[in-house]
């Protein structure tokens, strides 16, 4: 009974994650004060609930994992502001198909940053999100007002890389705990960004409040809530594969409820980054180059 509500809050939060570029679309703001609103709500929710279910505070146990930890927090925050930014530039299902290329980096650099071996299955993997990656926005390369949405979208990528990485790293901080400090550092970053280059005057339109507070409560501050108390009792490959279920779900909310078409090629491109990256974690053994050695 555990497991099965461990898996439907896993899903549950994935398909919440997933409408995030749709509640965005109705927020008339830019990609940094969505963030900047975002990261607000959805932390002091969380630091409710902890302070409500008295959690244990392990921050300062291990001052290198709370190093970590911050670390994620800034990239995950830096990370929202160009995939915000990349939703406005080239439409929510391409962003989110670029935006979950993270998890491929994370693999390719898992040799240098953990010690694991590369396994061909992952290699190949890797190569296909790229192919995946390229079909995907072969016909707006040349366009000048998406080249930089395709920028922000594989920044946005990137920065999830170092998130998961510097996350993975802070071992002694979990669950709740984790979520809660990584989305106040999260926030404490793009508050610091926005105070500096832009100001913190945020003129938010009447119609925007309830998408503003959808976007924080439930699809942040509920949804991190139900992924971190969940996939502690998930299989680790189960909790991969199936994060994939997140754009696939954005791409598909992105057609029905903002009208987005893909041509058969973008369509193409976008069965190969989700079906590539989903290969190289659902046999990452089958065909090993070397075995793996434990993490440090």
Not at 53 to 74: A, D, E, M
Request: aromatic share 12%.
């Amino acid at each position: 009974m555990n497991d099965k509500k461990s898996y439907f809050k896993y899903f549950t939060a994935l398909l919440m994650f997933g409408m995030n570029g749709i509640v965005a679309s109705y927020i008339s703001l830019t990609s940094y004060q969505i963030v900047l609103t975002r990261t607000l709500i959805g932390s002091l929710l969380l630091i409710l609930i902890f302070a409500v279910t008295r959690q244990k505070v392990n921050l300062f146990k291990n001052k290198k994992h709370t190093l970590y930890l911050i670390i994620s927090g800034i990239s995950m925050g830096a990370s929202w502001i160009f995939l915000y930014e990349a939703y406005r530039q080239i439409g929510v299902g391409i962003a989110s198909l670029l935006y979950y290329c993270g998890p491929v980096f994370v693999m390719v650099l898992a040799p240098v940053v953990f010690h694991e071996s590369l396994s061909r299955t992952k290699i190949i993997g890797f190569v296909t999100v790229l192919l995946g990656m390229f079909l995907v926005n072969i016909h707006i390369i040349n366009e000048n007002k998406t080249v930089w949405g395709i920028l922000c979208g594989i920044m946005s990528a990137v920065l999830y890389a170092f998130m998961i990485i510097f996350n993975k790293k802070s071992k002694s901080i979990t669950g709740l705990e984790n979520s809660m400090w990584q989305l106040l550092t999260s926030f404490l970053a793009v508050a610091l960004y926005t105070g500096i280059r832009h100001g913190f005057v945020i003129h938010l339109d009447p119609s925007g409040i309830l998408p503003i507070l959808i976007l924080g409560i439930f699809n942040t501050g509920i949804g991190c809530y139900l992924y971190f108390s969940s996939i502690g009792n998930l299989p680790v490959h189960t909790v991969s594969i199936c994060g994939y279920i997140e754009p696939l779900s954005a791409v598909i909310f992105s057609m029905l409820f903002l009208h987005e078409s893909m041509t058969l090629i973008q369509s193409a491109g976008a069965a190969l980054i989700i079906g590539g990256a989903a290969f190289g974690e659902l046999c990452p053994n089958k065909l090993t180059s070397a075995p793996s050695s434990p993490n440090p």
